[in-house]
């Protein structure tokens, strides 16, 4: 989170002990998902509150197109960055900035709300690249919730297998969707309650978009990930979809908790 590109005159970000009574084990994307979602919603709630577009509102919030390359330009003495220094691989908002505008062009964002369904939009910097993914939310005829297309762009610096950069992006939609509408567990006598996958609902064939299109950036910049940054922006861009489809605002996950899916 504190690798976030914010334009905004103050900034706090706090952190707490939070004891696990359980014994956790890793997420794809990690803190991602929930800083991801977090973020990109409430940017979306600014939007609406001032009757702008989310993406105007996104861009204004991003800012101006710079390089950070000093963890004191994020306000923090220091910072993992997965890894890899800020001087080697800098926050650039002018990537996020151009997956922002690519994934928009390309789902016809102008046009996101019409024959009964509605658009989300979420962007997130993870694993030293940047991806931003635009929703489509529709009710099937039997009333449920579905995500019937998406759209993926992604700046991960040099791509070596333009394939493989595809089929994770893809995959990240089917993951993302899984944790947005059905991502949870449940505890009983200090045991978890599911046992498999009997018990513990996915995303399946049935349920997966007619389509998801990936639009890869490739440049001469050092490569970033590609597994993992894919996830982060979906389950927001659903969540914000959603509340343009059905005026409800989602701040809990999973979404079979709120509706029909």
Known sequence: MLDLALDVPNELAEACEAPAHVRIGWLRSVYNNFHGL???????????????????????????????EKPADLGVNEIRNYGGSLAEYP???????????????????????????ALGLAAHRS????????????????????VDEAWVSID??????TDRVRAQMEGSV???????????????G????????RD??????????????????????LSGGAGEPGVPPVAPAIA????????????DLPLDRLFQV
Request: net charge positive; aromatic share 8%; hydrophobic share 45%.
């Open 200 to 221: 513990y609902r996915l995303v399946r064939i049935a349920d997966a978009p007619r389509a998801i299109h990936v639009d890869i950036k490739s440049s001469d910049v």
């Open 38 to 68: 977090a973020s990109n919603c409430f940017i979306d709630e600014i939007a609406h509150a001032r009757g702008e577009d989310t993406r105007d509102v996104m861009l204004e919030v991003f800012g101006p197109p710079r390089s950070i």
């Open 127 to 146: 694993f030293h690249s940047y991806v931003a993914v635009v929703a489509s939310v529709i009710r099937s005829p039997a009333g449920k919730l579905m």
């Open 156 to 161: 991960a610096g040099k791509v070596i297998n």
């Open 190 to 197: 200090g045991a978890t309650e599911q046992s498999n996958f």
């Open 174 to 188: 089917i993951f993302g969707m899984s944790l947005a509408f059905h991502g949870s567990i449940t505890m009983r």
């Open 91 to 117: 926050v650039v908002v002018a990537r996020l900035r151009g997956v922002v505008a690519r994934v928009t062009e390309i789902s016809g964002w102008d046009r996101r709300k019409q024959n009964g369904r």
């Open 240 to 251: 914000n979809a959603v509340f343009a489809l059905t005026g409800q605002r989602v701040r």
